[in-house]
């Protein structure tokens, strides 16, 4: 991706962003859009310009971000954005995950239940091989939705739902 953006650090602290191809100004001294692109990365951290990361971020699907900081970090020479995060609702979030993993047992029995009408209507035996798929679907559904509904913290939860296997025909 490359870098996209440098912050201002005056003793420590981080005075200003300067995002890629933006002109800014730094004690009267304009600088052109393209400076940061041009100049190199020691003649930036001279000037107490420094490139911005990341900090390693949450799951947003589990975790509200409450608050972002900049910090300087001197030992690598870099910005780094800090998160602050706040965990969502754990009754709310174990609902939706509910709901994901019944439309996806929904999803992954639909293709097969042909096999069921066409026996209630004809009586013609389902395939054997079909009929263990959607058992094994049906039971891996209620082991994850038992394990979601146990689950007594978020991060119990973030266990429950990370990398579930489904069976596969």
């Known amino acids: 991706i490359g870098i996209l953006m440098f912050a201002l650090v005056r003793n420590g602290m981080v005075q200003q962003r300067l995002p890629m191809d933006v002109g800014f100004s ?3 001294q304009q600088y052109s859009p393209n400076w940061l692109r041009v100049v ?4 930036k951290n001279s000037q107490g310009i420094y490139e911005v990361v990341e900090d390693s971020k949450k799951d947003e699907r589990f975790y509200w971000s409450t608050e972002e900081r900049l910090v300087f970090d001197p030992i690598n020479k870099k910005v780094v954005i ?32 042909w096999y069921i009408i066409r026996k209630n209507e004809t009586g013609q035996q389902i395939p054997e ?3 263990q798929v959607r058992v094994a679907i049906r039971q891996r559904s209620k082991e994850i939705t038992d394990k979601i509904s146990q689950a007594n913290s978020v991060e119990d939860l973030i266990k429950c739902v990370s990398n579930i296997e489904w069976p596969q025909r």
Do not use: M
Request: proline share 2%.
């Open 40 to 43: 190199s990365i020691e003649e």
């Open 129 to 131: 091989d079909i009929a």
């Open 26 to 28: 730094i004690e009267g």
């Open 82 to 113: 800090r998160h602050e995060y706040r965990e969502k609702d754990l009754e709310g979030l174990r609902q939706s995950w509910l709901l994901q993993v019944n439309s996806i047992t929904y999803n992954s029995l639909l293709p097969t239940d």
